[in-house]
């Protein structure tokens, strides 16, 4: 695959492949759908790059296609995460990066049990987006992500609550 | 608020130090993993070919198999429902080509393509199924019936035969579209669902 049709986007993607891990840990609960979204989060990354023109910082077009990616990707088996599901949850468990605090990993576990939807807009939030990125990457208005986003955070800090 | 900023930075440090089949400068790499949209681009394309291969078939048949004017018409009508078949698929496979949409257009664009483009294919699958399938089958066992017989008249004339092809229309129409929408929710209907909830999600207000 063209490496040398496009020399610096592997340049870039590594400088950036912090992106990619982190999506791919939110929105997989299993080692092998991982690697998989991994793998379709590079392609898709690889085939909309021609198209990438430098209005956006690299970081803010590789996050979109990433994203988009993962709300569309179809794993090999759809597991969707149930509290109540003790299986899931153990599962769930096993796969948390590694050496997180207590706190940490409970505000990962409650990202994680997110709609995937919300699940973006949190993800973009927290890592600097303003409502026009968030509204412009997913495609809701930015009133709609506002209030989105003031739902998900209150439910975030209220679940955090010691 | 400060607290998930922190817990946040926290969190895409760890997860940032994960190291998956990251490309090397050196190497590139080969995706492996199976691409929805390239899955049913390849289904409906197999589709296609199908089609136009009974196509050549029924038409080959029309030109020198048909001894009669009845053969030649159960022929013909078969030649025209492929062709409405070929239509039917035809242009939403050119649809799904044209808008092949990049992943770098907003979230609630890209799932509704997906979403669209996988609705359009199972409900076409549903409608040839239920619909072509019987008058396919009906014509077929009237072309051999034809050609035991000598003539359309004749078979038209016994009722057993015009039963054994209504029985067979009448079994086949709903196990035809059974069998299709069976197979296809095994298939999608678990993405065409999550698709459609997280549509819903970037809908609501």
């Known amino acids: 695959m063209g490496e040398a049709k496009h020399p610096d986007f592997l340049q870039l993607l590594q400088t950036h492949a912090g992106i990619l891990h982190k999506i791919t840990r939110l929105y997989t609960d299993n080692p092998e ?8 989060m590079l392609y898709e990354s ?10 956006a910082a690299f970081s803010t077009w590789l996050y979109r296609v990433a994203l988009n990616t993962a709300l569309t990707f179809r794993r090999k088996s759809l597991r969707h995460v149930d509290t109540a599901d003790i299986d899931a949850a153990s599962r769930l468990a096993d796969d948390l990066p590694e050496a997180l605090s207590p706190r940490a990993e409970m505000l990962y576990r409650c990202i994680r049990e997110l709609p995937e939807a919300d ?44 | 608020m400060e607290e998930l900023d922190q817990l946040w930075r926290e969190i895409s440090e760890k997860t940032g130090r994960d ?14 993993s199976l691409n929805l949209m390239k899955t049913i681009r390849q289904r409906t394309r197999w589709k296609l070919y199908f089609i136009y291969l009974f196509l050549a078939a029924y038409l080959g048949a029309f030109v020198w198999l048909a001894q009669n004017w009845e053969s030649r018409l159960v022929f ?27 992943m770098s257009e907003s979230s609630r664009a890209v799932i509704q ?12 699958e549903n409608f040839i199924g239920a619909l072509f399938t019987p008058p396919a089958a009906m014509l077929g066992f009237l072309f051999a019936f034809i050609e035991e017989k ?13 039963s054994i092809m209504l029985v067979l229309a009448t079994l086949l129409a709903p196990f035809g579209a059974w069998l299709t929408r069976h197979l296809n929710k095994v298939a999608f209907g678990k993405y065409l669902d999550h698709l459609k909830e997280n549509l819903a999600d970037l809908k609501s207000s």
């Open chain 1, 46 to 55: 690889w085939r909309a790059y021609p198209a990438f023109r430098g209005e």
């Open chain 2, 19 to 32: 190291r998956l089949s990251a490309p090397t400068a050196a190497g590139g790499f080969s995706p492996s």
């Open chain 1, 33 to 40: 759908d991982r690697r998989d979204l991994h793998q379709e």
């Open chain 2, 76 to 102: 013909g009508a078969m030649t025209g429902f492929a062709l409405v078949n070929l239509w039917l698929v035809q242009r939403p496979y050119a649809r799904m080509k044209k808008q092949d949409l990049l």
């Open chain 2, 150 to 162: 000598g003539s359309a008249a004749i078979v038209f004339s016994d009722w057993r035969l015009v």
């Open chain 1, 119 to 162: 699940r973006a807009i949190i993800t973009l939030h927290l890592d600097g987006y303003d409502n026009d990125e968030i509204a412009d990457i997913t495609g809701l208005t930015k009133n709609h992500a506002a209030v989105k986003l003031h739902r998900i955070k209150t439910l975030l800090e209220n679940r955090l609550k010691p």
């Open chain 2, 113 to 124: 393509h997906y979403y669209d483009c996988l609705d359009t294919m199972l409900r076409q």
